[in-house]
């Protein structure tokens, strides 16, 4: 590392910048820029917006955009609503080419820069590598020069190395030839599971018979509709038990239960605890 040196004439051209920041919301406009950025969410959720292609985002969510890629993120609407426990929280890492091609003669970078290359817009990362990267950035916002730049190389070392990343630019768990009808499939889901759902309304949205669409939705995500709709209830849910003083029956309803046994025994199903009890179990692990 010590044998690193930046041409001194493209030096105040570097963009290197660690921001830690902690909103009440994020609320974007759809926007790009011409430098890199690496983007962990630690606290909030809402809809990501990348190409035209929407995802939910969690906490822990972590990806990698391009330079000159329309992307955006907006929390959902409770965030807005003035709940003082609820609030976002990320880390964003921004670089531009004038690093890239000075870290080029540092062979450790050599297969990130092949691996970023090869990236057509957005790649996103999983659980175990975002839990990795949360220290490393955590500890470069603190650090400088070639300190600084060391910890930038082990991100871009484990990213670019680990086999569990997928590209966000063809949706997780999406083949390809069925990639437009499954987005509009899960962007009406992201925007109507708060309320019913019925099969012929959504069957409808990927234009076949609910059958059919019963057929095709298990066939690609290996699960059916019902519970794919309950699953984001309860993340949903999940985070508003933590986050918010609401009570248990009310954040049912805002999560799109019709009543509390059906909410409690999905609850129970998905997370192995009512309500109650994770409720309990977040209050006392703060």
Known sequence: MDNLTLKTDELSKV???????????????????????????????????????IDNFNPYDLVLIK?????????DDIFY?????????????????????NLSFVPQSNHFIKFINNIEDVMAFNLNIAKKIKPLLLGAI????????????????IISTENSKEF??????????????????????????????????????ANLTKSAFCRYFKKEKGKNYIDYV???????ASDLLKNTEMSIIQIGLEAG?????????VFKKVVKKTPLQYRKMQLSNV
Request: hydrophobic content about 35%.
């Open 230 to 236: 309950n699953e984001l209830r309860i993340m949903y």
């Open 15 to 53: 963009l290197l910048q660690i921001s830690h920041i902690r909103l009440p919301y994020f609320n974007e406009e759809y926007h790009s820029h011409d430098y890199y950025e690496l983007a962990l969410i630690l606290k909030g959720y809402g809809k990501r917006k990348v190409c035209e292609k």
């Open 142 to 157: 603190c650090k400088d020069g070639l300190e600084q730049i060391s910890i930038i190389l082990q991100i871009f070392h």
């Open 81 to 101: 609503q003035g709940h003082q426990k609820l609030n976002t929280e990320a880390i964003l890492l921004k670089f531009n080419d004038i690093l890239l091609e």
């Open 168 to 205: 966000f630019s063809e949706p997780i768990e999406i083949r390809e030839n069925n990639t437009a009808r499954m987005t509009k499939i899960a962007n009406f889901t992201l925007k109507n599971f708060r309320k019913k759902i019925s099969l012929d309304e959504v069957a409808d949205v």
């Open 257 to 265: 239960f019709e009543n509390n046994s059906h909410f409690f025994g």
């Open 67 to 75: 330079k000159n890629i329309l992307h955006s993120w907006k929390c």
